[in-house]
């Protein structure tokens, strides 16, 4: 009895392994079936090294002023930190003593550019801008003159279209500075109800009230001089710069150069020899 019983063992034991091979016998690489792949393990990130708690009494007096600016305000950061950290009394003292080189930095620039100012005066802005009362007139007054100058020399050149409506009651306060503009400079002023003549006032792209448009006789371009209420002073400025500029005097860069400032320190087309480039 126990042959057939061991028989029988063996004989389900094989049918079992075949089961199992031919199952599993289509599937591998030959087949087309990867392996997954390994997630590679990411290295473990290496901790940066502290940086070394700045000191004073790391560098000698010399070094921390004669330290380029930008390491120089590095320094000063890092010690600032290290005292609002740690407010211990020798990190604060050392925070005021840092801000005390640079205060005495600063004015060491400031006082060389106060002797360069005044041994080579072309190298400041005061000879067109003096800051003192009577300079300050004197300045006024020539832009003044200037001003109507070239504002009553062109009047029969050019021109303004004044944009308003009925129900605008800002308008009412531009027109009667547009009338002490006329009374000074003998320009013309075209008045032009929107309501009454939109097309002129899209032409012009003019959306609000009230709008003043230079032109110029002959000539396609136009500049808008204000876009709501300003004042006589501002219609001045504007047109006069307005009339500079389509008349060619002036580039957009120099819009704000008066004739009498050329040549001066606010002319950018103005360009003066450095020592080394000269003979």
């Known amino acids: 009895m126990r042959w057939p019983l061991m028989a029988a063992a063996m004989l389900s034991l094989s049918v079992s392994a075949s089961a199992g091979y031919f199952t599993d016998s289509a599937t591998g690489w030959w087949w087309y079936q990867k392996e997954p792949e390994k997630q590679a393990e990411k290295p473990a990130r290496k901790k940066k090294p502290a940086k070394p708690t700045p000191s004073?009494?790391?560098?000698?007096?010399e070094q921390i002023w004669e330290m380029h600016p930008d390491q120089f305000q590095e320094f000063a950061e890092a010690l600032k930190k290290k005292a609002v950290q740690k407010p211990s009394e020798e990190n604060v003292k050392e925070y005021f003593e840092v801000q005390e080189i640079a205060r005495k930095k600063a004015l060491a620039f400031s006082n060389v550019a106060q002797f360069v100012w005044q041994k080579y005066p072309e190298l400041t802005t005061k000879k067109d801008y003096p800051i003192t009362t009577p300079g300050n007139l004197a300045r006024i007054a020539q832009i003044n003159e200037e001003r109507q100058r070239v504002l009553r020399g062109n009047r029969d050149d050019f021109a303004l279209i004044y944009f308003q409506r009925p129900d605008c009651s800002y308008c009412?306060?531009?027109?009667?500075?547009?009338?002490?503009?006329?009374?000074e400079t003998g320009w013309t002023v075209k008045r032009v109800n929107i309501q009454e003549n939109p097309g002129l006032a899209a032409k012009f792209s003019v959306e609000i009230t009230p709008t003043l448009i230079l032109i110029q006789k002959g000539n396609q371009d136009y500049l808008p001089v204000s876009a709501g209420v300003i004042s006589a002073d501002e219609i001045e400025d504007k047109a006069y710069r307005a009339v500079r500029l389509l008349k060619g005097d002036i580039s957009p860069e120099e819009y704000s150069l008066y004739e009498f400032q050329k040549g001066g320190g606010f002319d950018v087309k103005k360009r003066r020899l450095l020592d080394k480039e000269q003979p």
Do not use: H, M, V
């Open 172 to 183: 009412d306060e531009q027109s009667r500075i547009l009338d002490w503009f006329t009374n």
């Open 56 to 61: 004073l009494k790391d560098y000698t007096y």
